[in-house]
């Protein structure tokens, strides 16, 4: 099995800066995509950042130039730097991993989320 761990959610206050972390663990041979989403109440959840295990990223066009993704490989985890964070960039966010295990060749793992409130 594969487990997918958030940490780093907090409150702070508008303007400032959370570093997001999630580590995967279990029975993993390549994790090709690490993404974050997130997730406000009463909203659907949404893609913010992905990162390739090649490095190619993508960022939603909310976040581009305040949040950067990064990983690595080697450790299988991802970080989420947010920057200048707004009001509404309170949510619940999520790291996603599509990787290939030793079951399957592309499976799709969530963490349990990590809640980031940003107080005007």
């Known amino acids: 099995q594969v487990q997918l761990v958030e940490s780093g959610g907090g409150l702070v206050q508008s303007g400032g800066s959370l570093t997001l972390s999630c580590v995967a663990s279990g029975n993993i041979r390549s994790i090709y995509v690490m993404s974050w989403h997130r997730q406000a109440p009463g909203q659907q959840r949404e893609v913010i950042a992905t990162?390739?295990?090649?490095?190619?990223?993508h960022y939603r066009d909310s976040v581009k130039g305040r949040f950067i993704i990064s990983r690595d490989n080697a450790q299988n985890t991802a970080w989420l730097q947010m920057n200048e964070l707004r009001p509404n960039d309170a949510a619940v966010y999520y790291c996603?991993?599509?990787?290939?295990?030793?079951?399957?060749?592309?499976?799709?793992?969530w963490g349990q989320g990590t809640k980031v409130t940003v107080s005007s």
């Open positions: 990162m390739t295990n090649g490095g190619s990223t």
């Open positions: 996603n991993a599509k990787m290939g295990t030793r079951q399957a060749l592309w499976e799709d793992y």
